[in-house]
């Protein structure tokens, strides 16, 4: 099993910077894509970015330019850097790791989500 812990959510205003974390711990072994998801409400969960072990990484168009995701697979915590951020981007944001336990088998796990709010 696999626990995440996200910290860093809150309120900001428009145009402002917000940085999350999100710690793996116990059996973290293979942990392959770690990444961050958003539900703003009434709206189903979307992509935000997500990131490779060797650092490959992908956002959401929306984000592009603007949020920034690192990891320090030493200390299994993946990081989002949020820049210039909008009213849009409010949303409880979720951490996701996804573990390799053998070819083309994988596990996922869930963090419990931090709410992000950016007023305008």
């Known amino acids: 099993q696999v626990q995440l812990v996200e910290s860093g959510g809150g309120l900001v205003q428009a145009g402002g910077s917000l940085r999350l974390s999100c710690a793996a711990s116990?059996?973290?072994?293979?942990?392959?894509?770690m990444g961050w998801y958003r539900q703003a409400p009434g709206k189903q969960r979307e992509l935000v970015a997500v990131?490779?072990?060797?650092?490959?990484?992908n956002y959401a168009d929306s984000v592009k330019g603007r949020f920034i995701i690192s990891r320090d697979n030493a200390k299994n915590t993946v990081y989002l850097q949020m820049n210039r951020v909008k009213p849009e981007d409010t949303a409880v944001y979720y951490c996701?790791?996804?573990?390799?336990?053998?070819?083309?088998?994988?596990?996922?796990?869930w963090g419990q989500g931090t709410q992000v709010t950016v007023s305008s």
């Open positions: 990131s490779s072990y060797v650092g490959s990484t």
């Open positions: 996701k790791a996804e573990r390799l336990l053998a070819p083309k088998y994988t596990d996922e796990y």
């Open positions: 116990g059996s973290t072994f293979g942990i392959n894509l």
